[in-house]
């Protein structure tokens, strides 16, 4: 990590998964507003995205290693941030992976819902107390969670298919899925990810929570999982056509957007915003207060589970 150089800041950021994709073009726009803690599971490749911030004329960025696939990483990540005693404006919860076939972390659980609920839900409660009133937390969502979103049931998924936290840590969706089970495992990620931000914001109207749905951005490394055509596809066919088909999206474009939500100053919380910027609905589940409340609840109660069962 590199060390806080003391420089006077009006604002810190810091982004999850800013190594690629969105959370990498992210990076470099919140740069101009202030300090950015860029935090990610590699050290080399943190580094690489930090001296070319730092190289910047304003540019200042600091790197914290986390791996958001263990929580044991993600809590020492967290406590790092604290230590380093920065005026935090924002955190940015974007980090994520999108395996196509079932996927374990370490410890035996489900890859997708580790990293992508799990993970950023304990970085942000154990932030949250040390965040100034105002802050703004954005997660990074995705529309494949609502079941009634026609181009994401035509790519094959069937929307989150949430039974309890305890099932997603064991990679156990309601039936009638995807037949892809890396599909369901990562809607019903991002459907907790939405229900987190929606309850988080009930919870908690000191701070502000909000989500965004990015768009489709076809090349980022979130297909790495694809076959190598499939990824030559996307990246040297899709990527090129994003800018001109409805939901399709750049990282250049998505993180203009997302900077704009997470830098804005009103006093928005618990919005979710589409690929433009435009609050949109979420799918029925989500916009059920009883369910989002199940998920943080549920969520809780198997946080504290994991941590008092033998390692
Ligand atoms: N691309 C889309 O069409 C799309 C659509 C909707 C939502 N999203 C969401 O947007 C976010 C960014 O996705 P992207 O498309 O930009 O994908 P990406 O290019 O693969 O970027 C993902 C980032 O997350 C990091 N990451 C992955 N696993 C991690 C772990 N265990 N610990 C810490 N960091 C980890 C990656 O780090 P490494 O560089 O080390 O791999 C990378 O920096 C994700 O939350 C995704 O679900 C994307």
Redesign the pocket.
């Known amino acids: 990590m590199r060390e806080f150089d003391g420089t006077p800041r009006t604002a810190a950021w810091i982004v999850?998964?800013?190594?690629?994709?969105?959370?990498?073009?992210a990076a470099l726009d919140l740069a101009e507003h202030g300090t950015v803690v860029l935090?990610?599971?590699?050290p080399h490749?943190l580094k690489k995205v930090a001296a070319e911030i730092n190289a910047r004329p304003r540019g200042h960025a600091v790197t914290v290693t986390?791996?958001?696939?263990?929580l044991a990483?993600?809590r020492r990540a967290a406590a790092e941030i604290v230590a380093l005693d920065l005026p935090i404006a924002g955190l940015l919860?974007?980090?994520?992976?999108?395996p196509m076939g079932p996927a374990h972390t370490a410890q035996g659980w489900d890859?997708a819902f580790?990293?992508?609920h799990l993970?950023p839900f304990v970085f942000t409660e154990a932030l949250v107390p040390h965040l100034p009133d105002g802050a703004n937390v954005v997660?990074?969502?995705?529309?494949?969670e609502d079941p009634k979103r026609t181009s994401a049931t035509l790519a094959g998924y069937r929307g989150g298919r949430y039974i309890s936290a305890e099932a997603g840590l064991r990679g156990e969706w309601r039936p009638g899925g995807s037949r892809r089970p890396g599909m369901d495992a990562?809607a019903t990620?991002?459907q907790c990810?939405l229900a987190t931000v929606l309850e988080f914001a009930r919870e908690t109207p000191r701070l502000r929570f909000n989500a965004v749905?990015?768009?489709?951005?076809?090349?980022?490394?979130?297909?790495?999982d694809a076959g190598p055509v499939a990824r030559l596809a996307l990246r040297c066919v899709a990527a090129p056509l994003a800018p001109f088909i409805t939901y399709?999206?750049t990282?250049k474009r998505?993180a203009r957007m997302i900077t704009h939500v997470l830098t804005d100053s009103s006093d928005a919380t618990g919005v979710y915003y589409d690929e433009k910027g435009r609050p949109m609905p979420g799918s029925d589940q989500v916009r059920d207060p009883a369910f989002d409340a199940r998920v943080v609840r549920e969520t809780r109660t198997l946080l504290a589970d994991i941590a008092g069962r033998p390692a």
């Open positions: 999850t998964g800013p190594t690629s994709g969105i959370g990498y073009r935090v990610g599971r590699s490749k986390g791996d958001f696939s263990d990483s993600v919860n974007n980090a994520g992976v999108s890859l580790t990293t992508n993970g997660f990074v969502c995705s529309a494949v990562y990620s991002k990810n749905e990015p768009g489709f951005n076809p090349g980022t490394g979130l297909g790495r399709w999206n990282p998505a």
